[in-house]
Structure formats: structure tokens, C-alpha cells
């Protein structure tokens, strides 16, 4: 699977082929959904007064998760898109979850295609869009699946790109989850990292949108994004939020969007000064020999619990003792505290741990 995604990413396009984007972020703004031909046009006219939008986004066939809500406008949609590119700069997208959709936005000149996560889940319907591209030179943008599961985005990825498209780009949305919390949907962010580190070229955007789910998110999750190397956001925009007929809350109007980008704090990937360069270098020595330190440590551990695994079969002592297994995990949780540890990530480090020593045991 390596060699292929090695190979995947060699030939993915670079982003300036197919988006004029001298800054970052690259941004893709736009309503939710196409609600009428005014609502895209005043909301586009006031994205493009910013250089810093590239990309109009409007849903126009919306996958809601209940029927009797407003599932988009259909195919007038397109019109009012094509009157968006004839009037400002700005590139057009939308949501395809079908050949048909596929088919309709190419005939009407939609610039760039995105893939919604309730169609990234589905290798059919991925497939039979990634078939009606065959020979079509569009870029597309696909989202990750609602499951936190890096193989079906890949999987989405990669069935583009045997149909031949090469200006590709992922967008992180976040993930489902049944657990009650601030977000709408789980940012996950390990598995946008896995995604970059295993695709290294393929442009990566994050929607904070639809992770946050709620308008005071949009910025600290556009600024985490920005730390983390992501350089590209779709943050949904509406000239009247209040008003949306989907998605409300989450939404900004373009002025909010503008004052927002000139926020962001943009971080430099090339580092320049000399002196920053050494003092980074030798920081990242003393982690990685304290990184060292940590792998000979976990492998004299399991010497030892090697040892006691045997002595424990010799004496017809069970592998597991549950006290002994909770007072470790309290010491070394109150130990964490003491050190200014986070005591739940050093209880999930020795939860794997343990799990690694009773396995050696068996
Ligand atoms: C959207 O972008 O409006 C949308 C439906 O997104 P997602 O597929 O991420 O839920
Ligand atoms: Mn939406």
C-alpha cells in the first residue's frame, strides 16, 4: 500500500496549478447551501472583495440527515454559480454525490468538484463518480468520511486518481463520534497528520466549519489548522447566517470571514534565521535523545516483565493481578500530576504499556 501511495503522491498536481494562491490560506468561502440567485450573488460579490478568497463554495443538492428539511435548490443552482465566475474572480465548487451531479456540474462549468463526507463513506458512489471523471481534467476535493477512518478517505483518494484526476486536494471536516461534546464533529486531528505524512503532496484544507458547528469555533479551529501546517480552509459564509436554511449556526457573514483572515496568525515553514535554525536543531537533539532514552527504557521494561512472566508460570501465578495493575496505574498517575504531566495521557501511555507486557506474558 506504500509503494502506491508513494507513487499517488508523486503525481498529485501542485495546488498553483489549479488555484492562484501566492498566500496561504488558500480560502474557500460560501454559503452552506444556494438558496436563491440573490443570496449566492451578494455573498459572492462580498467574498470577492477580499484578496484573500479564492474559491466560491455553494451546496446546491444537500445530503440532510433528515427528509422535510431543505435538501438544496437543484440544478438552478449551477446558473447562479456560473453567474458568480462570470462576475467576480473567484473559482466555483460544489458538493457531487453522484454521475448525475458530476455530469450536470460539468456541462454548466463548475471549476472544482468536492466529494462530501456522506459519499466518501460509500466506495460505490465514489467509484461511479471517479468513472464519469475518466478523462475529465478537473480538480476535486474530498472530504473525509464521517467515521474517524483514514482507509475510506484514502480509498476515495485513490479512486480519483486511477480515473485519472490529478489535481486532488482532502479536506478535513472532522468525525462523528457518540460522545457529547463543544464540537459538532470530532477534529481527530492524528488522522489528517497520517493522511499528510503517508500523501506528503496532497494539498490538505481544513473545514472548520463543520467542526466546530457553531460560529465562536471557526477561529481558534482555523488557527489550530494553521499551527499544524494545514494550508488551506472551506469555512461556510452567508450574507444573511440568521436566515441560512441549513447549517445557521455555523455560518459567518464575509465581513466576519475578512476581519478573521487578517487575524490568523500565518506560520512560517522555512526558517530563515540562522540562529533560529541552530536553536531548533538543538532542541530537536535533546528530544530525540530523550526519545532514545524513552525506547531503551520500554525495552529493559519488557525485559523484565519477561522474566516475571516466567516466574509466573513456574509458580502457576496468574499473568494478571488487577491490584497490582490499578496500584501502578494511581502511582504513576499521581506521579504525572506532580510533574505537570496531563495524568490521562500518561494513563493511556501505560495502558498500552501494559497491554504490550501482558501480551509478552502470554
Ligand atoms: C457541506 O460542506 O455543506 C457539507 C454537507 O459538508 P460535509 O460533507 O462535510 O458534511
Ligand atoms: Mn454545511
Redesign the pocket.
Given at each position: 500500500m506504500l509503494e502506491n501511495l508513494k507513487k499517488l503522491s508523486r503525481s498529485v498536481s501542485k495546488i498553483s496549478t489549479w488555484l492562484s494562491c501566492d498566500k496561504i490560506p488558500w480560502v474557500i468561502a460560501g454559503p452552506?447551501s444556494a438558496e436563491s440567485e440573490q443570496q449566492v450573488i451578494s455573498t459572492a460579490r462580498a467574498l470577492a472583495r477580499s484578496a484573500h478568497v479564492n474559491v466560491f463554495r455553494a451546496?446546491i443538492w444537500k445530503p440532510r440527515t433528515r427528509p422535510n428539511t431543505f435538501e438544496g435548490v437543484g440544478k438552478i443552482g449551477l446558473e447562479w454559480l456560473k453567474a458568480v465566475r462570470a462576475e467576480t474572480a473567484l473559482l466555483t465548487t460544489t458538493e457531487v454525490a453522484s454521475a448525475r451531479h458530476v455530469e450536470l456540474c460539468l456541462d454548466h462549468d463548475v471549476d472544482i468538484l468536492w466529494v462530501g463526507a456522506r459519499t466518501t463513506v460509500n466506495p460505490f458512489l465514489v467509484q461511479e463518480i471517479a468513472d464519469v471523471l475518466k478523462g475529465v481534467d478537473i480538480p476535486v476535493l474530498v472530504k473525509n468520511p464521517v467515521n474517524a477512518e483514514l482507509g475510506l478517505w484514502l480509498g476515495a483518494i485513490e479512486r480519483l486518481h486511477h480515473a485519472g484526476i490529478r489535481k486532488l486536494a482532502a479536506i478535513h471536516r472532522g468525525f462523528s463520534t457518540y460522545v457529547e461534546m463543544e464540537y459538532r464533529n470530532y477534529p481527530n486531528w492524528q488522522i489528517p497528520i497520517e493522511l499528510k505524512r503517508l500523501v506528503p503532496s496532497l494539498p490538505l484544507i481544513c473545514d472548520p466549519?463543520?467542526i466546530g458547528g457553531s460560529r465562536e469555533f471557526i477561529e481558534p479551529i482555523s488557527q489550530t489548522a494553521l499551527d499544524l501546517g494545514i494550508e488551506g480552509l472551506m469555512i461556510?459564509t452567508h450574507i444573511d447566517p440568521d436566515r441560512a436554511l441549513?447549517?445557521s449556526r455555523q455560518q459567518i457573514t464575509p465581513d466576519v470571514l475578512i476581519e478573521m483572515l487578517d487575524r490568523l496568525r500565518i506560520r512560517n515553514a522555512q526558517i530563515a534565521d540562522r540562529h533560529v535554525k541552530g536553536q531548533m536543531a538543538h532542541l530537536r537533539a535533546q528530544i530525540s535523545h530523550v526519545d532514545a532514552q524513552i525506547i531503551q527504557d520500554l525495552a529493559d521494561r519488557m525485559k523484565w516483565v519477561e522474566q516475571i512472566g516466567k516466574l509466573k508460570q513456574q509458580h502457576n501465578i496468574p499473568v494478571l493481578q488487577i491490584d497490582r495493575w490499578e496500584n501502578l496505574l494511581r502511582d504513576h498517575m499521581a506521579k504525572a500530576c506532580q510533574l505537570g504531566l496531563d495524568s490521562e495521557f500518561v494513563k493511556s501511555v501505560f495502558e498500552l504499556i501494559h497491554a504490550q507486557a501482558v501480551k509478552r506474558q502470554l
Open positions: 452552506c451546496g466549519s463543520h461556510e441549513s447549517d
